[in-house]
């Protein structure tokens, strides 16, 4: 049995404060790419204010994974990483939903269920914020 592991970075521009992007084809390009058929898909988002997750796109849906966080930290509160760039509600997104995310791949294509995408969630954008895609196969 040989390990092989294919890595490839992706960047994502982001076009306001809060957003959403779909990057499930982006991402399932590079496991093409990569020629493995089974392994473990690994994506990895290297910022404290944008967060991986895999949900549901359904454009409602995207919208409440906004305003969870908005909620969550709504102002009054006295945040205190505010005292230094005012985007505590970003930080604390991102530990919410996380930088990366794990798929099983077989048969050379992610194990996602039908409606799970991967979704890059902007918290302080707009600004280009990086994923990077490994994918580690056995043959
Ligand atoms: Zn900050």
Redesign the pocket.
Known sequence: MTCRLHRETINVSTSERFDVIDVTGQIEHIVEASDISKGILHAYTPH??AAITINEAEPGLIKDLITYIKELTKPGYKWM?NR??N??H??LGQSTYGHSVTVPVEGGRLMLGTWQRILLVEMDGPRTRKIIVTVLGVD
């Open positions: 404290t204010t990483h230094i760039d985007n505590a970003a930080h």
